[in-house]
């Protein structure tokens, strides 16, 4: 069996930390755990000595890929299992890593999935990480990316690959950007759904907005435009692309409705429930998923969530799209091509 190190990346972690490595250590296989504290002003590094790990502090905060990298040159396994400092890795977890790679010399990467009973209460939180549950549970078995929430990769290609983008300096999308590298490069990375974590962390509707506009969508809009490379899994699959075209003609549909002639509205008010119906339809697979673990009002809320959702996926693709455009094309440039035109 190939050994293991796992390296958890923690900043002002200290209310989740301690449940994250209570359930590694009673592992019975213990493999190698690295702490790294990336500038934490909390109780986080007491908290570390409570358990068998090895702690690395950083001076500062410097972000979650740069703290893994340095987590990764630390580690003395033939595996790195990267976990977040609030994803508790559920029971035989380590031994099914090790099984597979065992089983399976081609296997570079595995990536897990969250669990469907998530630790915090309420709507938000609840629709949120049951959202990630359904969406890992149905993606592709040969992934295109990878997952540092529970994500495994061999020692030896994580550290040819480069490691972590360390110009991420917040959680953001470096762990899509290392899969996309480790993809191109042709790393062969498994999806292994009943490899589960639980997610400790609460959601909010503002933290749910700033991570997928801010953190997510738009750095990955411009990471896709960039490398030309647009994989129809996980989060960017058919369903999802038609969920957004249908939410966004809706709303533009129900916007305009005001303006619009007295003969217009009741057409374009028709037109709207009939996009957003349309969207519902085409999701029921994940509204079914929740109704059988959280019942009809719950179900209700999220679906309104979940439209939500697309909406603002939809306004970061247009922002990511915005930005890369004016990276990719600079307005002096612009400008001397426009400077030229007038001059024939």
């Known amino acids: 069996m190939p050994t293991i190190s796992i390296i958890i990346p923690a900043y002002n972690a200290q209310t989740t930390l301690r449940p994250v490595l209570e359930a590694i250590c009673s592992q019975q296989s213990l493999a190698e755990v690295v702490v790294v504290d990336d500038g934490s002003t909390d109780g986080t590094a007491a908290i570390c000595a409570e358990f068998p790990v090895k702690l690395l502090s950083l001076p500062r905060n410097a972000g979650p890929a740069h703290a893994r990298n340095v987590g990764a040159r630390a580690a003395t396994g033939e595996l790195l299992l990267f976990l977040d400092a609030d994803t508790c890795l559920a029971a035989g977890g380590l031994e099914r890593i090790a099984a597979a790679f065992a089983a399976d010399p081609g296997l570079d990467g595995l990536i897990g999935a969250y669990d469907d009973q ?15 549950c359904y969406i890992h549970r149905n993606a592709r078995h040969d992934a295109s990316t990878f997952w ?22 917040r959680a953001s999308i470096e762990d899509l950007e290392l899969g996309y590298r480790l993809h191109r490069g042709g790393a062969r990375i498994v999806m292994d759904p009943a490899l589960e974590v639980k997610h400790l962390k609460r959601w909010t509707l503002r933290s749910m907005l700033v991570c997928d506009v801010r953190d997510r969508g738009v750095p990955w809009t411009q990471l896709i435009l960039r490398q030309r490379f647009m994989p129809a899994d996980l989060n960017l699959g058919l369903t999802q692309r038609l969920s957004v075209a249908g939410v966004f003609g809706g709303v533009l549909l129900l916007a305009g409705t005001p303006r619009a002639p007295d003969g217009r509205r009741l057409e374009m008010l028709a037109g709207a429930a009939v996009l957003l119906s349309a969207v519902l339809a085409i999701n029921r697979g994940f509204y079914s998923f929740l109704y059988r673990r959280r019942g009809l009002r719950f179900t209700a809320g999220a679906a309104g969530l979940h439209l939500l959702f697309y909406f603002y996926n939809g306004v970061s693709f247009l922002v990511g799209l915005g ?15 426009v400077s030229a035109m007038d001059a024939r």
Do not use: M, T
Not at 123 to 132: E, T, V, W
Not at 323 to 337: E, G, M
């Open 118 to 132: 998530p630790a915090a209460p309420g709507l938000i939180p609840a629709y949120r990480n049951l959202l990630h």
């Open 148 to 169: 540092s929430g529970c994500g495994v990769i061999r020692a030896e290609l994580f550290r040819q690959a480069g490691g972590f983008d360390e110009s991420y300096r």
């Open 323 to 337: 930005c890369w455009a004016l990276k990719s094309h600079p307005i002096r440039a612009l400008r001397r091509r």
